[in-house]
């Protein structure tokens, strides 16, 4: 992977951790992630090994200030806003999206937290979110299969409880709309309102919530949203495989901060997890050069058309690289293109039907036994 170059050193890193008093959001969503090294002393944590700083090309990146090994950790992350999907509400905590226990009893209202830490966590949206009435607005998400919406609606009830501040998401890039999603997104934003004002939620309250603040939301949640799947590390990628392809093995979505400003490439060397909960780990998938830019492969199987061709125009040849991961096994790239060989795979499952699908399920399986030969014998 060639290297980008800095133009900027650390821009974003002292833009995040800057002590301001009119933005004082990122100082908290700084605090949100660790950069402290699996083994290390927790009253002493080594330096990070990672700094964000501006592209040549591709806006802030995120970049290795020393030598990192393959597997190794390069932070953990906390989500600044989560939403468990509609499908797995009554499985998972709430608040933090861990699978729920059996013997967890369901709440009022029909939500559930797996501990006390985080029903009180919960406090900045929990009160707001039970007053209204979301039933039409979780139908219009269900029938238009959206998802993000959900994301806006958590936010919102954060900043009316004065959890959080209004601009929140400010510092985050936008995705471009078309007029058809400026369409969709207006008609998701009028149930949104009405729900609110049928709850007996004040002007006062609401009056940061226009049309313009949701849409603007919205589009920094639909390129920066994680899709969140509890399916271990990629030492198990092959493992976990015939349950990540499932639709609804994803928990919920999430936006974090610092995850949010690395780049894409098909041929990542950098890969996001969640094992038990939101709580992020991004760890190498190769040894990556001090100086080198740190990539994440952004493709979820799940994103609707419109995304997905976004993606495209960004230059993400997600289908059509899959030859690539399976068989183009350089040293110290084999879990990189198994993941990259997941993703499309994950794809193609879930779009393809009939005969096709069947082919798809045999190309997975024979593309998957090559590789591992290719890299067993090579």
Known sequence: ?????????????????????????????????????????????????????????????????????????????KPILSHPSLSALHKVCYFCLRKLKTTDAPQPHGVSYCSEECRQQAKGFHDIEMTADWSAYDDYCRSNRLKYPLLVKRLACMVMSGATPANLLDILQPASLSPEMISEMEEGYGLLRNAYINSNITDEQMSFLTKQWYIGILSRIRINAFRIELAGGYDDLLSSLAA????????????????????????????????????????????????????????????????????????????????????????????????????????????????????????????VLIALWLQTYI
Request: with cysteine; hydrophobic share 40%; net charge neutral.
């Open 1 to 77: 992977m060639a290297r980008a170059t800095v133009r900027y050193s650390r821009w974003a890193w002292r833009f995040l951790t800057s002590n301001t008093q009119n933005e004082p959001f990122l100082s908290s969503a700084a605090a949100t992630f660790s950069t402290a090294p699996e083994n290390a002393n927790p009253g002493r944590p080594g330096p990070p090994p990672i700094r964000v700083a501006l592209t040549e090309s591709s806006g802030r990146g995120v970049f290795a200030t020393r030598k990192i090994e393959t597997g190794e950790l390069l932070h953990t992350a």
């Open 244 to 367: 990540s392809i499932e639709s609804e093995a994803a928990v919920g979505n999430a936006v974090y901060m610092l995850p949010s400003f690395y780049n894409h490439d098909c041929d990542p060397n950098g890969h996001i997890i969640w094992i038990e909960n939101a709580d992020a780990r991004l760890k190498a998938l190769r040894d990556v050069d001090e100086g080198e830019e740190l990539r994440i492969c952004y493709i979820d199987a799940s994103m609707d058309h419109d995304a997905l061709r976004y993606c495209c125009s960004l230059g993400h040849p997600f289908v059509f690289t899959l030859c690539f991961y399976s068989f183009s096994l350089k040293a110290g790239r084999f879990h990189g293109h198994i993941y990259g060989l997941v993703i499309n795979m994950q794809y193609l499952l879930r779009h393809a039907t009939g005969v096709w699908k069947c082919r798809t399920v045999l190309w997975l399986n024979s593309s």
